[in-house]
């Protein structure tokens, strides 16, 4: 979700958001929470996990480091990228940073982990891809085709977890 466009200060109360949250015409009816809205939170998401994992992927790759320590390091920067955009939104409304941080490790942890597997998972099973250069074709349709089918996986998990007040879910109090 998009929090830019909220002042400062403009945190609502939390026990009025869990009581609009739980209008089912604000979100669409089935499962608490409509496809759009899942979606909005998984492309969130997934932009974070992006920034971090091609940074990640290209650093490895560019020097020439094996395998896992490539996807370790472009893991552990998706998750990095992925706390730290939900981490400014909520900052830039006036939450303190320890809250800050709770708040954006309940958002994203699990959509996250789950984007992370499938899109790592996909890399590893395309073969040739985890050898594949920065300049071959097949290095960058393996990770963008990952991010895809990652993002077809983690908007219904995402849907389901913001369905049950939990996670992108809290962020929500925030705007």
């Known amino acids: 979700m998009d929090h830019s466009t909220h002042p400062a200060g403009a945190a609502h109360d939390h026990t009025a958001h869990h009581m609009h949250a739980g209008n089912e015409a604000h979100h669409g009816g089935h499962g608490g929470t409509s496809w759009g809205t899942a979606a909005k939170a998984t492309l969130h998401c997934l932009t974070g996990c992006a920034v971090g994992e091609i940074l990640?992927?290209?650093?490895?790759?560019?020097l020439m480091w094996g395998n896992v320590a490539t996807m370790v390091l472009a893991i552990a920067l998706a998750f990095v990228f992925?706390?730290?955009?939900?981490?400014?939104?909520?900052?830039?409304?006036?939450?303190?940073?320890?809250?800050?941080?709770k708040v954006a490790l309940a958002a994203d942890?699990?959509?996250?982990?789950?984007?992370?597997?499938?899109?790592?998972?996909?890399i590893a099973l395309?073969?040739?891809a985890m050898?594949?250069?920065?300049d071959e074709t097949l290095f960058w349709t393996s990770?963008?085709?990952?991010?895809?089918?990652a993002f077809l996986i983690t908007t219904p998990v995402n849907k389901w977890m913001i369905g049950r007040g939990k996670g992108h879910a809290v962020v929500h109090a925030f705007h």
Do not use: Q
């Open 131 to 134: 050898d594949a250069h920065l």
């Open 82 to 101: 992925g706390y730290s955009f939900t981490l400014f939104a909520v900052r830039r409304v006036g939450l303190d940073f320890k809250s800050a941080i």
């Open 143 to 149: 990770l963008l085709g990952g991010f895809v089918i």
């Open 109 to 122: 942890t699990v959509s996250i982990a789950v984007m992370e597997l499938v899109d790592n998972g996909i």
């Open 126 to 128: 395309v073969p040739g």
């Open 56 to 62: 990640g992927m290209a650093i490895g790759t560019a």
